[in-house]
């Protein structure tokens, strides 16, 4: 079975960048997708196909693609960024199998 | 505006089947390409997918459950229904059902939106 690789924690001032990877056997030739999950609510959406953004999602969030790591980038973090953070491709090869990331926890310090 | 709700008991004793429903809105589950998927996330664990059904009817489970899982539509109803059978306390978490979108069709594609979920525990 496909496995995401996500570390479990990320931390970065306010204003600065962060960025969070997704580890996967080439998983640049996938689809990956983002989403945000704040305590007690939903998933939401914040990057599908790699680096397309949904609709009312800042342009702050960013993704990128290549080999063997998916990386979602959040530039000029703000608190309200804290959240976890989920990876998640469709693993083909394996009778249609929907993967998610352990999950990454960012912290704005 | 698309809309999802889950709906299901709160608490299930174990060895018992679990149903739960997705009432879903701003959308039809009869048109090529969409797809519903049932997900779930244990208190303080990470998300785990469970099951999917498209359009056309057909169902693909979560390999590591697929012997207890059972998903179903009801497209007149924009309804969506999982069962799972024999729970057990690990299965206790928050049930969330998403609608699914890809670029031609939901394969591939990614789970937007999301509703807002349904604690279930198991515990006798």
């Known amino acids: 079975s496909y496995v995401l690789t996500q570390p479990p924690s990320v931390s970065v001032a306010p204003g600065q960048t962060a960025r969070i990877t997704c580890g996967g056997n080439?998983?640049?030739?996938?689809?990956v997708h983002w989403y945000q999950q704040k305590p007690g609510q939903a998933p939401v959406l914040v990057v599908y196909?790699?680096?397309d953004r949904p609709s009312g999602i800042p342009e702050r969030f960013s993704g990128s693609n290549s080999g063997n790591t998916a990386t979602l980038t959040i530039s000029r973090v703000e608190a309200g960024d804290e959240a976890d953070y989920y990876c998640?491709?469709?693993?083909?090869?394996?009778?249609?199998?929907?993967?998610f990331g352990g999950g990454t926890k960012l912290t704005v310090l | 505006q698309v809309t999802l709700r889950e709906s299901g008991p709160a608490l299930v004793k174990p060895t018992q089947t679990l149903t739960l429903t997705c009432t879903f809105s701003g959308f039809s589950l009869s048109t090529s390409g969409m797809c519903v998927s049932w997900i779930r996330q244990p208190p303080g664990k990470a998300l785990e997918w469970l099951a999917l059904?498209?359009?056309?009817?057909?169902?693909y489970y979560s390999t590591s459950l697929k012997t207890r899982l059972t998903i179903s539509k009801d497209t007149s109803k924009n309804q969506v229904v999982l069962t799972m059978t024999n729970m057990d306390p690990v299965d206790t978490a928050t049930y969330y059902c998403?609608?699914?979108?890809?670029?031609?069709?939901?394969?591939?594609?990614?789970?937007?939106?999301w509703g807002q979920g349904t604690l279930v525990t198991v515990s006798s």
């Open positions: 998640q491709v469709w693993d083909s090869s394996s009778d249609h199998q929907e993967v």
């Open positions: 196909d790699d680096s």
């Open positions: 080439n998983i640049g030739s996938k689809s």
């Open positions: 998403a609608r699914m979108r890809g670029g031609g069709s939901c394969y591939g594609g990614w789970f937007d939106p």
């Open positions: 059904i498209d359009w056309d009817d057909d169902k």
